[in-house]
T-cell receptor, first 113, second 116 residues
Framework: NAGVTQTPKFQVLKTGQSMTLQCAQD?????MYWYRQDPGMGLRLIYY???????DKGEVPNGYNVSRLNKREFSLRLESAAPSQTSVYFC????????????FGEGSRLTVL | QQQVKQSPQSLIVQKGGISIINCAYE??????FPWYQQFPGKGPALLIA?????SEKKEGRFTISFNKSAKQFSLHIMDSQPGDSATYFC???????????????FGEGTQLTVNP
């Protein structure tokens, strides 16, 4: 059981370049999320999708766009990367209550030079 | 602003000791308090969670203590083992429905090292 799969695991970009992080889950979850993790700042929500066809901004959406391609896949796009977007990005998914437990992928480490 | 503040940032304990990580929250509407554990190179995973209708929840060596009046909750790891070395995140949300992740506010994280 793969759970949540993210690609790529590592990426180096130059300022101004664009890229897309891919995420897929095989747990039939309705909700999917993109977080970024920075030292001393915990996990911050970028965008989320409560269900197929819907997306909403989280805490730090500026500079990012998302697409919920279908129930399994949720992608995160950086249109013009900036050094401030150097981070580790995590995709997660969750099912309905009662626990609403988040299942995370293994992360994508992005460096913007 | 950081609605959930976590301390300490890092913690070193000896094998067999007790590890204690504390969190404080501001929003009195929060009613779900999970702890996530993250090993190097991996994503976080749910460790244990509590609702404010109880003051303590125990699962094996892991215990959450909750103080609603002080708006604080803590994770205690009894008989700490080197395998417990990881980063721990507290979190809080107003509910755990389908979009619970959208409401989860995470603390800054605590890097725990358990020396053999």
């Amino acid at each position: 059981n793969a759970g949540v799969t993210q690609t790529p695991k590592f990426q180096v970009l130059k300022t101004g370049q664009s890229m897309t992080l891919q995420c897929a889950q095989d747990m039939n979850h309705n909700s999917m999320y993109w977080y970024r993790q920075d030292p001393g700042m915990g996990l911050r929500l970028i965008y989320y999708s409560a269900s197929e066809g819907t997306t909403d901004k989280g805490e730090v959406p500026n500079g990012y766009n998302v697409s919920r391609l279908n129930k399994r896949e949720f992608s995160l796009r950086l249109e013009s990367a900036a050094p401030s977007q150097t981070s580790v990005y995590f995709c997660a998914s969750s099912s309905i209550a009662p626990t609403g437990e988040l299942f995370f992928g293994e992360g994508s480490r992005l460096t913007v030079l | 602003q950081q609605q959930v503040k976590q301390s300490p940032q890092s913690l070193i304990v000896q094998k067999g000791g007790i590890s204690i990580i504390n969190c404080a929250y501001e929003n009195t509407a929060f009613d779900y308090f999970p702890w996530y554990q993250q090993f190097p190179g991996k994503g976080p995973a749910l460790l244990i969670a509590i609702r404010p209708d109880v003051s303590e929840k125990k699962e094996g060596r892991f215990t959450i203590s909750f103080n609603k009046s002080a708006k604080q909750f803590s994770l205690h790891i009894m008989d700490s083992q080197p395998g417990d070395s990881a980063t721990y995140f507290c979190a809080a949300s107003k509910g755990n429905g389908e979009t619970s992740g959208s409401r989860l506010t995470f603390g800054e994280g605590t890097q725990l090292t358990v020396n053999p």
